[in-house]
């Protein structure tokens, strides 16, 4: 086999084995269009799957608040909040709690929920003020209450 067709034949391999400059730009441009397409979407249902968290554990929360109420005949007032759902308040004679198997947790976004006797339409209301901890709000931001 002559020199000249070794060296051509060896220069088309090593032409096959790589990627050009241009064409890993043109793949990197592609990966780009598609993040900024599908990141807004991403972030959109973690702030949905965050509110949901919250609505299951102030159902959680009311439950265990209603067996306090079941057991001692009454709700727990202000002053006691939700801690005594884990711990025995002075004034609760019937209490057979703890009502929660750990202590109350945050809401999704770290804030501690708001705990109101009486609440504005019934006996009580457990409140996640959202996102931003401020009351109102709109988006992530709105406000999520048992009532």
Same mark, same amino acid.
């Given at each position: 086999? +002559?020199?000249? /067709? %070794?060296?051509?034949?060896?220069?088309?391999r %090593?032409?096959?084995?790589?990627? =050009?400059?241009?064409? $890993?730009l043109?793949?990197?441009?592609?990966?780009g269009? $598609?993040?900024?397409? &599908?990141?807004?979407?991403?972030?959109?249902?973690?702030?949905?799957?965050?509110?949901? &968290?919250?609505?299951?554990?102030?159902?959680?929360?009311?439950?265990?608040?209603?067996?306090? %109420?079941?057991?001692?005949?009454?709700?727990? =007032?202000v002053?006691?909040?939700?801690?005594?759902?884990?711990? /025995?308040?002075?004034?609760?004679?019937?209490?057979?709690?703890?009502?929660?198997?750990? #202590? =109350?947790? +945050?809401?999704?976004?770290?804030?501690?929920?708001?705990?109101?006797? +009486?609440? =504005?339409?019934?006996?009580?209301?457990?409140?996640?003020?959202?996102? #931003?901890?401020? +009351?109102?709000?709109?988006?992530?931001?709105?406000?999520?209450?048992?009532?």
């Amino acid at each position: 086999m +002559p020199l000249n /067709k %070794r060296n051509e034949r060896r220069a088309q391999r %090593r032409r096959a084995k790589g990627f =050009t400059l241009l064409e $890993l730009l043109v793949v990197l441009v592609i990966i780009g269009m $598609l993040a900024a397409i &599908v990141g807004p979407r991403y972030f959109a249902q973690i702030g949905k799957s965050q509110a949901t &968290v919250a609505r299951a554990q102030i159902d959680v929360l009311s439950k265990a608040i209603d067996n306090f %109420r079941l057991d001692v005949g009454r709700f727990p =007032t202000v002053e006691e909040g939700l801690q005594s759902l884990v711990v /025995k308040p002075a004034s609760a004679d019937k209490w057979n709690g703890p009502y929660l198997k750990k #202590d =109350t947790p +945050p809401d999704p976004w770290g804030h501690p929920y708001v705990y109101q006797v +009486p609440g =504005t339409k019934g006996d009580y209301a457990v409140i996640s003020y959202g996102r #931003d901890g401020q +009351p109102g709000g709109s988006g992530e931001d709105a406000d999520i209450s048992s009532e």
